[in-house]
Antibody, heavy 121, light 106 residues
Framework: QLQLQESGPGLVKPSETLSLTCTVS??????????WAWIRQPPGKGLEWIGN???????YCNPSLRSRVTMSVDTSKNQFSLKLSSVTVADTAVYYC?????????????WGQGTLVTVSS | SYKLTQPPSVSVSPGQTASITCSGD??????VCWYQQKPGQSPVLVIY???KRPSGIPERFSGSNSGNTATLTISGTQAMDEADYYC?????????FGGGTKLTVL
């Protein structure tokens, strides 16, 4: 059974770069049948898609975040990562990673447990 | 940018049918997914490709999509179905989520 686990600092200072890693177990990030996603949820608010990456390193991102987002994949460690630069308090959220089934349609399943990142000085 | 609109809250009595709507321009041209999120937990996919249920999702969950509105229907609603529900679709290679609907079973 596929499992995803987010990891990274829980506290980031304003203007710095948020860095998170998602470790995949029970499956391979090298699979051509799936993409891998980052999604966030500010406290008490709804879900916001950040972007997807696939095994070759190709990415597509939310236009509202594109200029600050960098994603990468490490097939040797079965991980993929997110960097979000120039963070502000508005970037405080629970960050989830998820697998994306691709084909005629895409859906997010399963999701990791999420990790809370707080932006504060 | 594309927008999906959901009612903030829906209430239903146990055993009755709950319907949660999701509206967007020409939504029936897109595939809609639905996610359930219980307090303190990660979202779980309950419907994909308009009407399909992942393994392990009860048959009481169903989906439909017509015109500008997609609907998640929960038949015979149980207390365990109380949660936030989010619709999601793709537009121009961008994933869009609705604002979420809090389902209260009372």
């Amino acid at each position: 059974q596929l499992q995803l686990q987010e990891s990274g600092p829980g506290l980031v200072k304003p203007s710095e770069t948020l860095s998170l890693t998602c470790t995949v177990s029970g499956g391979s990030v090298s699979s051509g049948y799936y993409h891998w996603a980052w999604i966030r949820q500010p406290p008490g608010k709804g879900l916001e898609w950040i972007g997807n990456i696939y095994y070759s390193g190709g990415t597509y991102c939310n236009p509202s975040l594109r200029s600050r987002v960098t994603m990468s994949v490490d097939t040797s460690k079965n991980q993929f990562s997110l960097k979000l630069s120039s963070v502000t308090v508005a970037d405080t959220a629970v960050y989830y990673c998820a697998r994306v089934a691709v084909g005629t349609e895409r859906w997010f399943d399963p999701w990791g447990q999420g990790t809370l990142v707080t932006v504060s000085s | 940018s594309y927008k999906l609109t959901q009612p903030p809250s829906v209430s239903v009595s146990p055993g009755q049918t709950a319907s949660i709507t999701c509206s967007g321009d020409k939504l029936d041209d897109k595939y809609v997914c639905w996610y359930q999120q219980k307090p303190g937990q990660s979202p779980v996919l309950v419907i994909y490709q308009h009407t399909k249920r992942p393994s392990g999702i009860p048959e009481r969950f169903s989906g439909s999509n017509s015109g500008n509105t997609a609907t998640l229907t929960i038949s015979g609603t149980q207390a365990m179905d109380e949660a936030d529900y989010y619709c999601q679709a793709w537009d121009s290679n961008t994933a869009v989520f609705g604002g979420g609907t809090k389902l209260t079973v009372l």
